[in-house]
């Protein structure tokens, strides 16, 4: 056999062994970051976590609430974070847990509730030196076939402070949209600072 046989003999049996190696492993589809949720545990993001104030003080030349005249500007409001009511309206501060999300725990009266970011894989989160930012997209409405649909999206800065206080940003752009058009909403900004109490 000539060595121009025997090299092609070769190459043929190293393709066919990988390619039955290949059949062996699990199949990819997307890569392994595509489904994961994005994290705040970069080395990147400013350690946020405390105690803070639950009810912050708006910025100059803001609104003093957030959405309604009947909600106040607490932390868990400007990070979209759930918490009663009642316990809103009687508890003055708040833990933050930074972790690779943010989780806000609220006591009062005994009573603890404990509510984390919700943060999905198509959310996005920078940070640098003193600022973390998170922009999520939410739909409502069902599948895209449905007449109308509900698009929002929420951007929010929280940015450190030299004296440890938490200047929150939030500002959410909501728009309707059906198969014909699309309907914007007047967008809605909510700036509060929240005073570090450890």
Not at 45 to 52: A, D, L, R
Not at 53 to 74: M, S
Not at 165 to 191: C, D, G
Request: charged share 25%; aromatic share 6%.
């Amino acid at each position: 056999m000539s060595p121009q046989c025997r090299c092609v003999l070769t190459m043929l049996a190293t393709v066919g062994l990988l390619l039955s190696l290949q059949g062996c492993l699990a199949p990819t589809g997307l890569p392994p970051s595509a489904n994961l949720k994005p994290s705040l545990a970069w080395p990147e993001c400013p350690k946020i976590g405390g105690t803070y104030v639950l009810q912050g003080e708006a910025l100059p030349g803001t609104i003093n609430f957030y959405r309604n005249r009947d909600n106040k500007l607490t932390l868990n409001a400007m990070l979209g974070v759930a918490v009663p009511a009642d316990l809103a309206q009687e508890a003055v501060r708040v833990e933050l847990v930074h972790e690779d999300t943010l989780e806000l725990v609220n006591r009062f009266d005994g009573a603890i509730t404990a509510h984390q970011l919700d943060l999905q894989p198509e959310d996005r989160v920078t940070c640098d030196r003193n600022q973390i930012r998170i922009h999520r997209t939410r739909f409502e409405g069902g599948e895209a076939e449905e007449p109308l649909r509900n698009i929002s999206e929420i951007a929010q800065e929280l940015t450190l402070e030299g004296d440890g206080s938490l200047l929150v940003k939030t500002r959410i752009m909501n728009q309707s949209k059906s198969a014909f058009f699309t309907t914007p909403i007047p967008h809605e900004e909510y700036s509060a600072r929240f005073r570090r109490l450890d």
